[in-house]
């Protein structure tokens, strides 16, 4: 039975576990510390690998909206301007699958796994991000580790030498 007096949106703890005297928020994630996923932590954050992440990518954002992590390089035409999703994505007919495995305070793992043009997985791997001391540190089960710093760059419009707008929002390059 619901009481009128009780709390008809309680604040629920990622556990499932909820707070009756406490009230859900729908604007501040992070109400209760420790109880904030990664991707709502760190929602529209932009982290620079000054020494150019994969050789391709120099800059990763995180969103918490459809495309959870984007891959940004302003020199490269291959950046992943809307990013990845959760489960299938398809870019220029390639195909990965990703699973979230990990969306915690200050960690966040997925597993990639990599089609091709093809049905069948051709590889996959397991991607580690972890806040420590302000720093995004990266790995991967391929053994590959880099760390990034806290970015202020704004990729929604970027001016080229040229003196040219590009829009990334679309991962259109002129």
Known sequence: MQYESANQDPFTFNSGQQLTSLPRSYTDFCVV?????????????????????????????????????????????????????????????????????????DEFWFDYDYYGFSDEIEYSTTYKYKVIDGLLHFSNTEGESFIFSPSDKNYSKEFLDTGEIIELEGCMFL
Do not use: P
Request: aromatic share 20%.
């Open 33 to 105: 510390s420790k109880t904030c996923k990664f991707l709502a932590k760190y929602d529209e954050t932009i982290w620079a690998d000054d020494e150019n992440y994969y050789g391709d990518f120099s800059d990763i954002k995180f969103s918490n909206k459809i495309y959870f992590i984007s891959f940004l390089d302003i020199e490269n035409n291959t950046s992943y301007c809307k990013g990845w999703k959760r489960d299938e994505n398809t870019y220029d007919g390639i195909k990965w699958n990703i699973k979230i495995k990990k969306d915690e305070w």
